[in-house]
């Protein structure tokens, strides 16, 4: 919404001028921490996982953040579709990384962001089949921001894309996941 300022002088006509939108409405934030739940398909965690991610963001300027992220996830999934099977996460993957964040907003209640980061992962228990599990760990990721009847109150779901070293198991130059966020944040 434009704020309009309407000039009046004597002996001339009226003048309208808009203000120029804020970069993004009604925001004094620092940072935020959030705490997600994480699910999706990747050929380094065999298939299907789940898992739980804490997360926070620092605004380094109107628009930028640097974000940074810790994270267990496990296999949750096997199989064909003729032959599937779901589980309790096990076998956990724990992963810390960080990386930079673009966010913009259409109103205080509705945002967007995306970004990317960069960090390493380990795991505890995987098999010989799939390799020690560890490496580097490249995540593009976007989603959305929305208010919950607040300015501090935010629902973040989003996708990410999770793109690391194969298992020493196979011959593939990298391996693939792809996977769906859904975080409760608070902006302070």
């Known amino acids: 919404m434009r704020n309009w300022i309407i000039v009046l002088s004597i002996g001339s006509a009226a003048t309208v001028h808009a203000e120029p939108p804020a970069a993004e409405p009604a925001t004094a934030d620092r940072g935020y921490v959030s705490l997600a739940g994480a699910s999706g398909a990747g050929y380094t965690v065999d298939w299907l996982y789940a898992g739980l991610e804490l997360e926070g963001g ?6 930028w953040y640097v974000h940074g992220e810790v994270g267990e996830l496990g296999r949750a999934g096997y199989g064909t579709t003729q ?3 779901l589980m309790a996460p096990r076998t956990p ?13 259409h ?20 098999d010989n089949n799939y390799g020690t599990g560890e490496g580097v760990v490249v ?3 976007a989603g959305l921001d929305i ?6 109150l935010r ?11 194969p298992p020493s198991s196979s ?3 990298l391996a693939l996941g792809i996977g769906a966020t859904a975080a409760l944040a608070y902006r302070f």
């Open 58 to 63: 620092y605004r380094v300027s109107d628009r």
């Open 83 to 85: 032959d599937f099977t």
């Open 93 to 105: 993957t724990y992963e810390a990384r960080v990386g930079l964040e673009a966010r913009g907003c």
């Open 107 to 126: 109103s205080i209640v509705l945002c967007g962001y995306a970004g990317v980061d960069a960090g390493y992962r380990v795991s505890t228990g995987m």
């Open 139 to 141: 995540v593009p990721r």
């Open 147 to 152: 208010g919950l009847g607040s300015r501090d």
């Open 155 to 165: 629902f973040r779901p989003g996708v990410e894309l999770r793109i690391t070293n």
């Open 171 to 173: 011959d593939a130059p």
